[in-house]
């Protein structure tokens, strides 16, 4: 790849699957230091993301490996189908927390190493449902809409220390997380495929490809922005 992150320390969450996995390697493969974290799999530190005080063992256990932190890219997320009527507390609370919550810890423990760095890196991941809603998605609309939100504060807040804060929001991508709904409605898949003009869902890459290049200077003048990465399919919603 380019090398263009070379010296660059990232945190990536959700990093044992899907698009979290995606990013840990494109950022690798751009010459990052990547210290990843996940539930399971193979990765630098195991963690449940929702636990209180888990970011902030994350950021020190990821400064210790690395010698500093400049990059933040949380991806650990969650998401089904569930009418309205089916939300109960307990499933709201937990979509929040792993969508949201978890999100604003770990920038906000991550904060002081960002900004120290004087040119640091926040990549968020929101959705289409970032701005649109859908039926069956109350919780996740509700956490992605959220983190939109979240990010262009943040930016707002980090910019003059030179940090930027954007969010990427993917359309529909075939990922461990959303293979269920497509195996079990093979109609949503071929909606969405037929939705999208470049006619196909998303893969992983389609999405890391993305934050790699918000990581780095070339996207130096950019942030507190939400990044439809769909396909299109969002032109004809």
Not at 92 to 107: D, K, M, P, S, T
Request: with cysteine.
């Amino acid at each position: 790849m380019s090398g263009r992150l070379e010296g660059r320390r990232a945190i990536v969450t959700g990093a044992g699957s899907g698009i979290g996995a995606a990013v840990a390697k494109r950022l690798a493969a751009d010459g990052a230091r990547v210290f990843t974290c996940d539930l399971k799999g193979e990765v630098d530190h195991l963690a449940d993301v929702t636990v209180e005080g888990a970011s902030a063992a994350l950021v020190e256990a990821a400064v210790e490996a690395m010698g500093g932190l400049d990059t933040v890219v949380p991806c650990a997320g969650i998401a089904a189908f569930s009418p309205l009527e089916g939300h109960t507390d307990a499933y709201f609370r937990q979509v929040l927390e792993v969508n949201l919550v978890a999100v604003f810890r770990l920038v906000r423990d991550a904060a002081e190493h960002l900004k120290q760095a004087g040119n640091g890196r926040i990549v968020t991941i929101g959705s289409t449902t970032s701005t649109y809603g859908d039926e069956g998605l109350c919780a996740y609309s509700a956490s992605k809409h959220a983190v939109l939100g979240f990010t262009k504060s943040a930016a707002a807040e980090l910019g003059p220390h030179g940090v930027t804060v954007n969010c990427v929001q993917p359309g529909a991508i075939d990922t461990p997380m959303t293979a269920p709904a497509f195996e079990e409605m093979p109609e949503y898949r071929t909606f969405w495929e037929n939705k999208a003009p470049l006619r196909r869902l998303g893969r992983p890459e389609d999405i890391a490809d993305v934050i790699a290049f918000l990581c780095s200077d070339d996207a130096r003048f950019m942030s507190g922005h939400g990044l439809w990465v769909d396909g299109g399919a969002m032109v004809r919603h």
